[in-house]
């Protein structure tokens, strides 16, 4: 999977998607160029969120989840809709 396409799929600033049946408010901010990317998602209707830092450097991509495994973010990744 290439997390890049899907992260930058997101919106910039605010928006709304689907993911597992509810409504999420995501905020997507890039910074430093683009090379570092912040996403929070979360449940309109509930306490769920999504939340991580995504970096690109000069050798590799680092995905740095927020309280969370990097699976679950994966998951929000490949699975949201846009509205």
Known sequence: ????????????????????????????????????????????????FISFNYYLTSTSQLLKPCEMSAEEVIHFLKYYKSI
């Open 1 to 48: 999977m290439k997390l890049l396409k899907h992260i930058k799929s997101i919106a910039l600033g605010y928006s709304e998607v689907f993911y597992k049946g509810e409504k999420y408010g995501v905020t997507r901010e890039d910074f430093n160029g683009g090379k570092s990317i912040k996403v929070y998602a979360k449940a309109l209707g509930g306490s769920h």
